[in-house]
């Protein structure tokens, strides 16, 4: 089998694409998208702190850095300085540990009881067979001030054909009200991911 070589995500326009790499210029690039951001939502009747906005942007950037995905994207709607959700996309190739991936792995190790059970279930998408995985975590307080938090998370474990290796694309978010939304967003992200083999 071969490995995976490029993933291809089409999202929304208001989703921001995060700089992941270590050469790439983090804070002048918060700063010309914060910019960016303010001018959207100007043009369509929002007012933008575009302070906040590059804040939030530097925030978010360095969280999905930190987990070096292959793909992070973060949802900016006009008017909003912080995003709604975070998007992530990675692979995950075989080894030792796991000389096998298989959807009951994904399902098993993608998933956790931690705030109710998951809800998993299997689908085909147009790259191959996917478990989709929606759960809720209790997350944990930032500070004492700060009580913990709802985070909802909806996890789509892609084997597409041709390749031993596995695509994940986690979508999280903590605002509330925005589940159903947020999901059917996900479900169209993950129906036009591609791979090139």
Do not use: K
């Given at each position: 089998m071969r490995d995976i070589l490029n993933i291809g995500i089409v999202c929304p326009a208001d989703w921001v694409a995060l700089p992941l790499g270590s050469a790439?210029?983090?804070?002048?690039?918060?700063?010309?998208?914060?910019?960016e951001l303010r001018v959207r939502s100007g043009e369509a009747g929002y007012d933008l702190d575009a302070v906040a906005a590059r804040h939030d942007l530097r925030e978010r950037a360095a969280d999905s850095r930190g987990r070096a995905p292959l793909f992070a994207g973060a949802l900016y709607p006009?008017?909003?300085?912080?995003?709604?959700?975070?998007?992530?996309?990675?692979?995950?190739?075989?080894?030792?540990?796991?000389?096998?991936?298989?959807?009951?792995w994904l399902a098993a190790t993608f998933s956790a009881a931690d705030f109710g059970?998951?809800?998993?279930?299997?689908?085909?998408?147009?790259?191959?067979?996917?478990?989709r995985i929606r759960q809720n975590f209790a997350a944990a307080a930032d500070a004492e001030q700060n009580p913990g938090i709802l985070l909802e998370t909806l996890v789509y474990g892609?084997?597409?054909?041709?390749?031993?290796?596995?695509?994940?694309?986690?979508?999280s978010w903590t605002v509330p009200g925005m589940s159903e939304v947020l999901e059917r967003m996900a479900?169209?992200?993950?129906?036009?991911?591609?791979?090139?083999?």
């Open positions: 790439d210029d983090v804070l002048g690039w918060a700063g010309t998208t914060a910019d006009d008017g909003f300085d912080a995003a709604l959700a975070t998007l992530e996309v990675d692979s995950i190739h075989p080894d030792a540990s796991v000389p096998r991936i298989s959807l009951d059970p998951p809800h998993i279930t299997r689908v085909e998408l147009p790259m191959g067979a996917a478990v892609v084997l597409p054909e041709g390749t031993d290796s596995a695509i994940v694309m986690l979508l479900d169209a992200v993950a129906n036009a991911l591609t791979v090139e083999i």
